[in-house]
């Protein structure tokens, strides 16, 4: 068979499906890209055999057919060729692919596509609806920093996507930190919750980015389907039963902290240098309108303190945070003021925009750390 394609828009299309691929994958046959022809439509598609991406383009052929093509042979392939046609000639016999250009002709060999794992639709539909895709990844954005990295707590390795009649809601924790989004919407018999794993969140991210419309989920048992534009996602969902995070959000942080979000992030970057690296323990000491950070290394003799301008409607109050873990809260809003929220020394502080957006709302919750240094 015979199709002639733009090579940057095959590229780019390629370019979505790569990060499902892995690089040392169960099965051999999934190193490959699958294409699937059908006249003037393209199917392109990867599997880990946990997350499948798909995504359609038009192209210039006639007939059917399906290969299975060497992923990065491809890719390194195209990479460089820019805006031009490239013709792919594929023997449906033998496997073999040959590319050609106006200045030169590659020869590659797919493989026997009967052999690429089959896609099953959802079995039982639980639940169906369509959002705008920037509020789905508004969503995704503010919790995927809060995911835990380890793999024996299984719930937290993902997010949690719950619906209800108020909205759709995302959550992650990873034990020591909790961020959560809600989405203002209501939906027909809008309800039921999910665990979506790490790796089809960042896939999500990077696609949504680039849609406008909308997305359409199903879901069942099992497995998460993904509509938008001309891509497709499937994924397996992680089969675990997710914390109770509301249970652990505290009603009584009366005391409010208002600064500048940007103030306050570049000021703990800088104090953060000098914090142990084993705990990254900085001091927050809040009194009238001001704030001041204090870290120190006894072992390196590294200390540094900041002050800043804020609004504090509190008692004189000295808590002790993880620098590091604030950081990551503070570099995942986008909000020009936050307000900190806090009890006491030894409770959790609450964070969250200063100006709630109608659309949504953000809250992250910071566990302090016991001061191991004094005045």
Same mark, same amino acid.
């Given at each position: *068979?015979?199709?002639?394609?733009?090579?940057?828009? #095959?590229?780019?299309?390629?370019?979505?499906?790569?990060?499902?691929?892995?690089?040392?994958? #169960?099965?051999?046959?999934?190193?490959?890209?699958?294409?699937?022809?059908?006249?003037?439509?393209?199917?392109?598609?990867?599997?880990?055999?946990?997350?499948? #991406?798909?995504?359609?383009?038009?192209?210039?052929?006639?007939?059917? *057919?399906?290969?299975?093509?060497?992923?990065?042979?491809?890719?390194?392939?195209?990479?460089?060729?820019?805006?031009?046609?490239?013709?792919?000639?594929?023997?449906?016999?033998?496997?073999?692919?040959? *590319?050609?250009?106006?200045?030169?002709?590659?020869?590659? #060999?797919?493989?026997?596509?009967?052999?690429?794992?089959?896609?099953?639709?959802?079995?039982?539909?639980?639940?169906?609806?369509?959002?705008?895709?920037?509020?789905?990844?508004?969503?995704?954005?503010?919790?995927?920093?809060?995911?835990?990295?380890?793999?024996?707590?299984?719930?937290?390795?993902?997010?949690?996507?719950?619906?209800?009649?108020?909205?759709?809601?995302?959550?992650?924790?990873?034990?020591?930190?909790?961020?959560?989004?809600?989405?203002?919407?209501?939906?027909?018999?809008?309800?039921?919750?999910?665990?979506?794993?790490?790796?089809?969140?960042?896939?999500?991210?990077?696609?949504?980015?680039?849609?406008?419309?909308?997305?359409?989920?199903?879901?069942?048992?099992?497995?998460?389907?993904?509509?938008?534009?001309?891509?497709?996602?499937?994924?397996?969902?992680?089969?675990?039963?997710?914390?109770?995070?509301?249970?652990?959000?505290?009603?009584?942080?009366?005391?409010?902290?208002?600064?500048?979000?940007?103030?306050?992030?570049?000021?703990?970057?800088?104090?953060?240098?000098?914090?142990?690296?084993?705990?990254?323990?900085?001091?927050?000491?809040?009194?009238?309108?001001?704030?001041?950070?204090?870290?120190?290394?006894?072992?390196?003799?590294?200390?540094?303190?900041?002050?800043?301008?804020?609004?504090?409607?509190?008692?004189?109050?000295?808590?002790?945070?993880?620098?590091?873990?604030?950081?990551?809260?503070?570099?995942?809003?986008?909000?020009?003021?936050?307000?900190?929220?806090?009890?006491?020394?030894?409770?959790?502080?609450?964070?969250?925009?200063?100006?709630?957006?109608?659309?949504?709302?953000?809250?992250?919750?910071? *566990?302090?750390?016991?001061?191991?240094?004094?005045?």
């Amino acid at each position: *068979m015979r199709c002639i394609v733009s090579a940057q828009a #095959l590229f780019k299309n390629l370019q979505k499906l790569q990060g499902v691929i892995q690089a040392n994958p #169960l099965s051999p046959i999934i190193e490959n890209f699958l294409f699937d022809i059908q006249d003037r439509n393209l199917t392109l598609l990867a599997t880990d055999l946990n997350t499948t #991406l798909t995504t359609r383009m038009n192209v210039e052929a006639k007939g059917s *057919m399906r290969i299975a093509v060497p992923s990065r042979f491809l890719l390194e392939t195209l990479k460089s060729l820019g805006e031009q046609p490239v013709t792919l000639n594929m023997n449906e016999t033998s496997y073999s692919i040959s *590319m050609s250009t106006d200045s030169g002709e590659y020869q590659l #060999l797919g493989e026997d596509p009967a052999a690429f794992p089959v896609l099953t639709g959802p079995a039982e539909l639980h639940q169906e609806f369509t959002m705008p895709a920037h509020a789905f990844l508004e969503g995704l954005n503010h919790t995927l920093f809060a995911v835990s990295t380890d793999e024996l707590r299984l719930a937290m390795v993902g997010v949690l996507v719950d619906m209800d009649t108020t909205g759709v809601h995302f959550a992650a924790t990873d034990g020591h930190k909790l961020a959560t989004h809600s989405c203002h919407m209501t939906g027909p018999n809008l309800s039921g919750k999910f665990i979506l794993p790490r790796k089809a969140v960042q896939l999500l991210r990077n696609l949504l980015s680039d849609i406008s419309g909308d997305i359409s989920l199903r879901f069942d048992s099992a497995n998460a389907y993904f509509n938008f534009g001309e891509t497709e996602l499937t994924c397996r969902l992680i089969d675990a039963r997710f914390p109770d995070y509301k249970s652990v959000i505290p009603t009584g942080n009366d005391y409010k902290l208002i600064i500048s979000r940007q103030s306050l992030l570049n000021c703990l970057r800088r104090t953060s240098l000098y914090a142990n690296k084993s705990t990254y323990l900085i001091r927050v000491n809040l009194s009238g309108s001001e704030l001041k950070v204090v870290s120190e290394d006894s072992d390196l003799s590294s200390h540094a303190q900041e002050s800043i301008a804020c609004s504090w409607d509190g008692p004189d109050m000295s808590i002790g945070f993880n620098g590091r873990t604030f950081i990551e809260m503070l570099s995942n809003l986008s909000c020009d003021q936050v307000v900190v929220r806090l009890n006491s020394p030894n409770k959790p502080g609450l964070i969250s925009p200063a100006e709630p957006d109608p659309a949504y709302s953000v809250m992250m919750l910071i *566990m302090p750390v016991i001061m191991a240094f004094y005045d």
